[in-house]
């Protein structure tokens, strides 16, 4: 059984940062794509950020600069460091793990809150 457990979400204040961490199970870690999608109240979920099995980057031009993603194939994990954070990064932050459309896994989300 596959699964995906995000941690690390909570209430931040502006300018502040977090690490939030992705534990898979269930699959060959190393050779999926991995990926951060947020989804704030009201709209779609939208990409953040992913890393290929090769580490290969790619980050949503709203939040380069400020959110780093890695991984660790020894610890099936994907983190997502994340600094500066706004309140328009508030939203439940999705982990997902892609190898083919029918190898396409999605975590719970955590919450990630940015407020004074």
């Known amino acids: 059984q596959v699964q995906l457990v995000e941690s690390g979400g909570g209430l931040v204040q502006p300018g502040g940062s977090l690490s939030l961490s992705c534990a898979a199970n269930g699959i060959p870690f190393s050779i999926y794509v991995m990926r951060w999608y947020r989804q704030a109240p009201g709209k779609q979920r939208e990409f953040v950020a992913s890393i290929t099995a090769l580490s290969t980057i790619n980050v949503v031009d709203s939040v380069k600069g400020r959110f780093t993603i890695s991984r660790d194939n020894a610890k099936n994990t994907v983190y997502l460091q994340m600094i500066s954070l706004a309140p328009q990064d508030t939203a439940v932050y999705y982990c997902?793990?892609?190898?083919?459309?029918?190898?396409?896994?999605w975590g719970e989300g955590t919450q990630v809150t940015v407020s004074s």
């Open positions: 997902n793990a892609y190898f083919s459309p029918n190898q396409n896994y």
